[in-house]
């Protein structure tokens, strides 16, 4: 079975920096898509950044620019490089593994760190 295990949450202060990793143990499955998501308190689940077996990444418009999704296929982690936060990045983060049907429906699921940032 996979197991998808998050670290590296934590309260920064804004624009600070934070690096997210997510590693995945239990199968030598090869994933055709790993992302990153994040759910803030009363809201809705949003993704964040994508990336495939290529290395072909995605983030979304809010995190462009800023954070960078990457993952080291050696030590079958996933990563995400946040900088210059904002307290409207402070939310829940998740990582997943092996994408069903875009966006949203994912084989394997984390359990999540948190991340608080304050102005």
């Known amino acids: 079975q996979v197991q998808l295990v998050e670290s590296g949450g934590g309260s920064v202060q804004a624009g600070g920096s934070l690096t997210l990793s997510c590693a995945a143990s239990g199968s030598t499955y090869s994933f055709n898509y790993m992302g990153w998501f994040r759910q803030a308190p009363g809201k809705e689940r949003e993704r964040v950044a994508h990336i495939n077996t290529d290395g072909a990444a995605g983030h979304v418009d809010s995190v462009k620019g800023r954070f960078t999704i990457a993952k080291d296929n050696a030590k079958n982690t996933l990563y995400l490089q946040m900088n210059s936060l904002n307290p409207e990045d402070t939310a829940m983060y998740f990582c997943?593994?092996?994408?069903?049907?875009?966006?949203?429906?994912?084989?394997?699921w984390g359990q999540g760190t948190q991340v608080t940032v304050s102005s």
């Open positions: 997943a593994a092996d994408l069903v049907r875009w966006p949203n429906e994912w084989r394997f």
